[in-house]
T-cell receptor, first 113, second 113 residues
Framework: DADVTQTPRNRITKTGKRIMLECSQT?????MYWYRQDPGLGLQLIYY???????NKGEISDGYSVSRQAQAKFSLSLESAIPNQTALYFC????????????FGPGTRLTVL | QQQVKQSPQSLIVQKGGISIINCAYE??????FPWYQQFPGKGPALLIA?????SEKKEGRFTISFNKSAKQFSLHIMDSQPGDSATYFC????????????FGKGTRLSVIA
């Protein structure tokens, strides 16, 4: 079983729709992250959370929001999707005992028409 | 401001050759430098990492070389194989996982027979 799961794996939506991407982990890690990957731009940090009560903006948080429902769950929402949010989205986790090694989920491919 | 600059953007290497990917960083407070490997359709996974108290770390065919004074580090893949074809990301962070990783923009490596 995968340690970090993301749902859905693929999603096509229309401009203006609200979208939620979900991430769950069974690794027992306290830290969770959301990244966006675009060709040639690498991995850009959207939001991160070091525990259930901690939420921090990353470098590209505009147009996104997050919810840390439990230690194991971290959701990313696009309140009103726009075409330039078409990208591959990754969730990642890390644990304090492992330094800063991050474990990534399989990704969600989002297309906004 | 790009904190970690990675080059080249793409690289083609003959089977058996040496692949070299370079990264430069700006923040002298960075003290953890990992390399991640990503295969198509998968999330990135930690390949090898180094801390600035050593100048080189080797794991099998993969070596990180670190130059603290130049604020540069590089990944060397010896005896490159077609199975090494992937996208490679360098990253950096400071503290023992108390700040998120900052990623380079990635290098797409193709190893041809």
């Amino acid at each position: 079983d995968a340690d970090v799961t993301q749902t859905p794996r693929n999603r096509i939506t229309k401009t203006g729709k609200r979208i939620m991407l979900e991430c769950s982990q069974t690794k027992g890690h306290d830290r969770m992250y959301w990244y966006r990957q675009d060709p040639g731009l690498g991995l850009q940090l959207i939001y991160y959370s070091f525990d259930v009560k901690d939420i921090n903006k990353g470098e590209i948080s505009d147009g996104y929001s997050v919810s840390r429902q439990a230690q194991a769950k971290f959701s990313l929402s696009l309140e009103s999707a726009i075409p330039n949010q078409t990208a591959l989205y990754f969730c990642a986790t890390s644990g304090a005992s492992r330094g800063n090694e991050q474990f990534f989920g399989p990704g969600t491919r989002l297309t906004v028409l | 401001q790009q904190q970690v600059k990675q080059s080249p953007q793409s690289l083609i290497v003959q089977k058996g050759g040496i692949s070299i990917i370079n990264c430069a960083y700006e923040n002298t407070a960075f003290d953890y430098f990992p390399w991640y490997q990503q295969f198509p359709g998968k999330g990135p996974a930690l390949l090898i990492a180094i801390r600035p108290d050593v100048s080189e770390k080797k794991e099998g065919r993969f070596t990180i070389s670190f130059n603290k004074s130049a604020k540069q580090f590089s990944l060397h893949i010896m005896d490159s194989q077609p199975g090494d074809s992937a996208t490679y990301f360098c990253a950096a962070s400071r503290g023992t996982g108390n700040t998120p990783l900052v990623f380079g923009k990635g290098t797409r490596l193709s190893v041809i027979a």
